[in-house]
């Protein structure tokens, strides 16, 4: 099984940082990533779809690259909404997330 | 609007049998894979299975083959997942969601059901 790994597992910032979050593949998984956004008690929300796609809706501040087993999450400037948990996700097959990362306010 | 609705929260005893669903809308239901993710409390998230709604084709995460059950009526556009005799390691918030077909993966999801389990 293809496991994912994420860092930083917490991550404190302020707004108007730029955030870098990072996922690693066990085995080659092409751009069949995906990244999450999760508040609590909500449903994750999809940000990047094929590991750089931004998915409609999203603003621009959010950026996604890498392929085979090395990608990354960008934030370019946090902003307060932005405060939350986020989820790499790899969806060929069958779907595996990472163990995910806080974003919290420093 | 794609939408998936999601069955009201359950509140069960250990041993007890449960069996959640997931309708969907606003798109042809047999043709997109559907998932069942985990989600314990203050933990991340779990796959536990995707199904093929179109033949049953189910895939189960080996954490969770044998213990639960991943079906699908395509005649009602709903997903189901069942157990036939809960744990209190059970008690977790159950997501489903679509994986759409443009590539794009879990675009769409539930609102997820609480699922409790005490004795």
């Known amino acids: 099984d293809i496991q994912m790994t994420q860092s930083p597992s917490t991550l404190s910032a302020s707004v108007g940082d730029r955030v870098t979050i990072t996922c690693r593949a066990s085995q080659n998984i092409r751009t069949w990533l995906a990244w999450f956004q999760q508040k609590p008690g909500k449903a994750p929300r999809l940000l990047i779809y094929?590991?750089?796609t931004l998915e409609t809706g999203v603003p621009s501040r959010f950026s996604g690259s890498g392929s085979g087993t090395d990608f990354t999450l960008t934030i370019t400037s946090l902003q307060p909404d932005d405060f939350a948990t986020y989820y790499c996700?790899?969806?060929?097959?069958?779907?595996?997330f990472g163990q995910g990362t806080k974003v919290e306010i420093k | 609007e794609v939408q998936l609705v999601q069955s009201g929260a359950e509140a069960k005893k250990p041993g007890e049998s449960l069996k959640i669903s997931c309708q969907a809308s606003?798109?042809?239901?047999?043709?997109?894979?559907i998932g069942w993710v985990r989600q314990m409390p203050g933990k991340g998230l779990e796959c536990m299975g995707i199904?093929?709604?179109?033949?049953?084709?189910?895939r189960y995460s080996p954490s969770f083959q044998g213990h639960v059950t991943i079906s699908a009526d395509k005649s009602i556009n709903t997903a189901y997942l069942q157990w036939s005799s809960l744990k209190a390691s059970d008690a977790a918030i159950y997501y489903c969601?679509?994986?759409?077909?443009?590539?794009?993966?879990?675009?769409?999801w539930g609102q997820g059901t609480l699922v409790t389990v005490s004795s």
């Open positions: 606003g798109y042809n239901f047999s043709t997109y894979w």
């Open positions: 199904i093929y709604p179109d033949d049953s084709e189910t």
């Open positions: 996700q790899k969806y060929n097959n069958f779907w595996t």
């Open positions: 094929k590991a750089s």
């Open positions: 969601a679509r994986q759409r077909g443009d590539g794009a993966g879990p675009g769409d």
